[in-house]
């Protein structure tokens, strides 16, 4: 079965400093694996994804990821945060075995960007 | 228009009442999600339809009755309801539900209060 895993409810850094928000991912064949973002009352905004190619991705807001096979990790990174930034982050994995669009989504971690 | 929109924002109804919700875009995107997500929890797929056609029922109850009157539009409506069913109702659209590639655009979210 495919999942993914947030391992950390909640992270804390201060202003300007970088941000990695950890993630890691169990699958059977190629992982497809995408970031969200969702801000207090809002809908989950799509940061990024990985499907093939370059092992570092550049998505929306700065924010970047590092796809890593052999760890099935795809933590994200931002090199000096915001306190904008504080949000909760959802990594999603593309359940493939059901061919219907269907993402499997951690449990999510909440940023807190510290002025 | 890169737009989810969803009306109401905010539901409050009895026990015996029927609602509808409503999702729209204008994407072109064919494939069209129906998620429940309590607070600070990942969003849980009900409903996926592709092409109009209702392809992924997450055995959700029939007190949750989903329609997809066109490519544009997506209802979910709502009758006899548990207050457990209070949550946060998104809808999401992508440009089909079978490529792997393709990211899911999420509405705001209908803010649902059961009582």
């Known amino acids: 079965a495919q999942s993914v895993a947030q391992p950390e409810d909640q992270v804390n850094v201060a202003e300007g400093n970088p941000l990695t928000v950890k993630c890691t991912y169990s699958?059977?064949?190629?992982?497809?694996l995408f970031w969200y973002v969702q801000y207090p009352n809002r809908g989950l905004q799509f940061l990024l994804k990985?499907?093939?190619?370059?092992?570092l991705v550049k998505g929306s807001y700065g924010f970047e990821a590092e796809f890593n096979k052999s760890q099935t990790s795809f933590h994200l990174k931002k090199p000096s945060a915001l306190v904008s930034d504080s949000a909760l982050y959802f990594c999603?994995?593309?359940?493939?075995?059901?061919?219907?669009?269907?993402?499997?989504f951690g449990q999510g971690t909440t940023l807190q960007v510290k002025p | 228009d890169t737009e989810v929109t969803q009306t109401p924002k905010h539901l409050v109804m009895g026990m015996t009442n029927k609602k509808s919700l409503k999702c729209e875009q204008h994407?072109?995107?064919?494939?069209m999600y129906w998620y429940k997500q309590k607070a600070k929890k990942p969003p849980e797929l009900m409903f996926v339809?592709?092409?109009?056609?209702?392809?992924i029922n997450e055995s959700v109850p029939s007190r949750f009755s989903p329609e997809c009157p066109n490519s544009s539009l997506l209802n979910l409506h709502l009758h006899a309801l548990q207050p457990e069913d209070s949550a946060l109702y998104l809808c999401?659209?992508?440009?089909?539900?079978?490529?792997?590639?393709?990211?899911?655009?999420f509405g705001p979210g209908t803010r649902l209060t059961v009582l």
């Open positions: 999401a659209s992508s440009q089909d539900s079978g490529p792997v590639y393709n990211e899911q655009f």
């Open positions: 699958v059977s064949g190629n992982p497809y």
């Open positions: 990985y499907i093939t190619g370059d092992n």
């Open positions: 999603a994995v593309r359940d493939i075995a059901s061919n219907t669009g269907k993402l499997i």
């Open positions: 994407m072109g995107h064919r494939a």
């Open positions: 339809y592709s092409y109009e056609k209702l392809s």
